[in-house]
């Protein structure tokens, strides 16, 4: 059997190290501060940032959500922002995505001050990562170094291949393993012969969006397999045929009427791989644990 990389257990270690540095500012300060904006209902939306607000209670963050309507203007966001850029009190500024269609997600992303971008996106810190400078990296390819390192996978000198070019994952991930000096590979859906590409990978990293895509004749025998994808299953008949028939996982698809599997089909990888990231428990647990960090070294760096 490969050895799972556990992402809660990583996130617990990382939270725990986050306490002591919190309160270092509480009794030099304050706490650090995030501010959450939420515009609309969507559901999804809606847990992620719960799941966000927990985390910072949790750990004595001072967190604050602004839930504006969804039929907000890209001007009336715009001055949401600019009224938390200037607030001493917020360290972090987070604008969930996807944002109503009437707004310029550009244009809000780029009003975040560079200081205050715990996400990572802002074209400012996007340069720091490629020169390699210090600033806050993105969420979860940032996550992804953390379970490789924490879980002793060694990078140095290895194979990596990223399935996926996305802004949010594939890009940064593929430039924060080339930093830890992997030779990368970063392929998209207009890659001829992935399966023999992905094959060559000591890492094989899976960001697509797409159900169990990455089946067993892409994985080399005992490759590191890091499964990125969340995607709901919500055909029995789809969930049934991926998870080879798993009484387990079919009992729980009829409570719940869904399945939540990866971008790497879950019984494929256990025959392949040397270790891997199971979903769900792998790279999800670590973007939170991530954004965490992201604002206690902000509320640091502001602290000077
Ligand atoms: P995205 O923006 O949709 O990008 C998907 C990438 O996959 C694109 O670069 C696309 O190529 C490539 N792709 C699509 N079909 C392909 C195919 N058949 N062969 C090869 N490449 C293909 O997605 P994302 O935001 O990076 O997210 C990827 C997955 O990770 C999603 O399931 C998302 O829900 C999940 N995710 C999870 C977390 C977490 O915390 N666990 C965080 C972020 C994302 P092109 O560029 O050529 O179109």
Redesign the pocket.
């Known amino acids: 059997m490969p050895r799972i990389l556990d992402g809660n257990r990583v996130r617990d270690e990382i939270k725990s190290e986050l306490k002591p540095r919190v309160q270092a500012l509480v009794s030099t300060g304050r706490p650090p501060g995030l501010a959450v904006v939420l515009v609309g209902h969507d559901p999804g939306s809606e847990i992620y940032v719960r799941n966000k607000i927990k985390a910072c209670h949790d750990l004595g963050i001072f967190s604050e959500t602004i839930t504006p309507t969804d039929s907000i203007t890209t001007e009336e966001l715009l001055a949401i922002v600019n009224g938390l850029n200037a607030r001493p009190e917020i360290d972090g500024i987070l604008v969930q995505l996807p944002l109503p269609r009437q707004v310029d997600t550009k244009r809000i992303l780029l009003a975040v001050s560079p200081r205050k971008d715990v996400d990572g996106f802002h074209p400012c810190n996007v340069g720091a990562l490629v020169a390699g400078l210090p600033g806050p990296r993105a ?2 390819p940032a ?1 992804i170094i953390e379970l490789l390192k924490r879980g002793g996978i060694p990078i140095a000198g290895q194979r990596a291949v990223v ?8 890009k940064p991930v593929s430039m924060l393993l080339l930093h830890e000096h992997a030779t990368v590979t970063i ?5 001829p012969d ?1 399966k023999s590409v992905c094959r060559e990978a000591d890492i094989l990293v899976a ?4 159900a169990a ?1 990455i089946t067993g004749e892409y994985i080399k025998q005992g490759a590191t397999v890091i499964d ?4 709901r299953l919500s055909d029995r008949a789809e969930a049934a045929r991926i998870f080879g028939n798993s009484p387990e996982k079919l009992e729980s698809f009829d409570k719940r009427g869904s399945l939540v599997v ?2 790497v089909n879950p019984v494929d990888v256990l025959e392949r791989a040397g270790a891997y990231t199971p979903v769900p428990g ?3 647990p ?2 939170i644990a991530m954004l965490m960090t992201n604002t206690v070294a902000s509320a640091e760096r502001r602290a000077g």
Do not use: E, F, P, Q
């Not at 392929?187 to 890659?191: D, E, F, L, R, V």
């Not at 990125?228 to 995607?231: D, E």
């Open positions: 969420c979860t996550g399935v996926g070019r996305s802004d949010i994952v594939g392929c998209h859906s207009k890659t992935l960001a697509i969006g797409r895509m990125v994808g969340t995607n990866g971008d792998g790279v999800g670590l973007t």
